[in-house]
Structure formats: structure tokens, C-alpha cells
Nanobody, 129 residues
Framework: QVQLAESGGGLVQAGGSLRLSCAAS????????MAWFRQAPGKEREFVAA????????YYADAVKGRFPISRDNAKNTMYLQMNNLQPEDTATYYC??????????????????????WGRGTQVTVSS
């Protein structure tokens, strides 16, 4: 069974940067898609970014494209989200997710939470103006 643990959240001023990490344990995720979602208070959980297994194809929500590059280190079974030029609207709890049923190499539409079957507990990111 896969366990995911996020880290790296915190409080930052607008324009600042943070790097989130998602460490996986229980099995190797090298061949499976990993993704970041976020959820602000009173809002639905929304897709942020994903990276496929094997091919490292990347997918981004329009709101973060060009600011939040996603990457993974298969040797460490870890995924990262480098968040640059953070804005107050980026304030949310950030969750990492994976599914062991799909590599994520050919999404035709952006993933949704229903596409994933393992989740971390989340890390809080707060951006002050």
C-alpha cells in the first residue's frame, strides 16, 4: 500500500517561493503518475500539476503554468513542486496524489481527484499580500 507524505509548506509573502516535496513509501511509483492538487477553504479540491511515470510528461493548470514547475526523483521516490511568484490566491492546502493504475503518459484532459486512489494528508501554503 502506498503512503504519501507532503512537506515544505509555510507562510510566504507575495512574490516569494516555496518548494513542496511528496515522499512516497510502500512501493515504487516510478511508472505511475503523481500529481499535486490544492484546496482552499470553502472551495473544491482543484488540480495543480501532474507528472507521468516513465516519460515524465507534465501537465499544468492554467493558473500555475509557468510558475510552478513539477519534477520527480525516481531514485528517492519523491515528487516536487517548485512554487515561484506566489500570490495570495495560491493560499490553500496542497495535496499530493497518485494512482497505481495509470502512468499518466497521455492525458487528453486535465486529471481530476477521482482519477487518483492514494493521497497525502496535505501541507498548508499561506501567501500574504
Amino acid at each position: 500500500q502506498v503512503q504519501l507524505a507532503e512537506s515544505g509548506g509555510g507562510l510566504v509573502q507575495a512574490g516569494g517561493s516555496l518548494r513542496l516535496s511528496c515522499a512516497a513509501s510502500g512501493r515504487s511509483l516510478n511508472n505511475f503518475v503523481m500529481a499535486w492538487f490544492r484546496q482552499a477553504p470553502g472551495k473544491e479540491r482543484e488540480f495543480v500539476a501532474a507528472i507521468s511515470g516513465g516519460t515524465d510528461n507534465t501537465y499544468y493548470a492554467d493558473a500555475v503554468k509557468g510558475r510552478f514547475p513539477i519534477s520527480r526523483d525516481n531514485a528517492k521516490n519523491t515528487m516536487y513542486l517548485q512554487m515561484n511568484n506566489l500570490q495570495p490566491e495560491d493560499t490553500a492546502t496542497y495535496y499530493c496524489a497518485t494512482t497505481t493504475f495509470y502512468s499518466g503518459s497521455n492525458y487528453r484532459t486535465l486529471p481530476t481527484p477521482a482519477d487518483f486512489n492514494a493521497w497525502g494528508r496535505g501541507t498548508q501554503v499561506t501567501v500574504s499580500s
